[in-house]
């Protein structure tokens, strides 16, 4: 499978944005799906979860309360609704799928990774 991140940007502190990973293929609805990030000169880490019908979902503690992820199978999608950003929040954005049924917050249990979209909030 093939993802396309996009929704990235500049906004500023306490804004919001909605990135969107859209996924190539038939098997949308196998994946469990989550997004990571990546801030400059630190470790990719993750930030949130969600199941292949998207009835459980996990986040990283300091998201909770103001990220919301989502999918809708039927379009092959996924969401992160990211609201009250802080300018720790800056890193590129990367969504990722698993077929296996990994540790969701573990970067080596995704088979597909998008390219990223850069998120960038100023204070």
């Known amino acids: 499978v093939q993802l396309l991140a996009c929704g990235g940007g500049l906004v500023q502190a306490g804004g919001y944005l909605r990135l969107s990973c859209a996924a190539s293929?038939?098997?949308?609805?196998?994946?469990?799906m989550a997004w990571f990030r990546q801030a400059p000169g630190k470790e990719r880490e993750f930030v949130a979860f969600i199941t292949r019908a998207g009835g459980s979902t996990e986040y990283k503690d300091s998201v909770k309360g103001r990220f919301t992820i989502s999918r809708d199978n039927a379009e092959n999608r996924v969401y992160l609704q990211m609201n009250s950003l802080k300018p720790e929040d800056t890193a590129r954005y990367y969504c990722?799928?698993?077929?296996?049924?990994?540790?969701?917050?573990?970067?080596?249990?995704?088979?597909?990774w998008g390219q990223g979209t850069l998120v960038t909030v100023s204070s």
């Open positions: 990722a799928a698993d077929l296996h049924g990994g540790l969701p917050r573990s970067a080596r249990a995704y088979d597909y």
């Open positions: 293929g038939r098997a949308f609805s196998r994946y469990a």
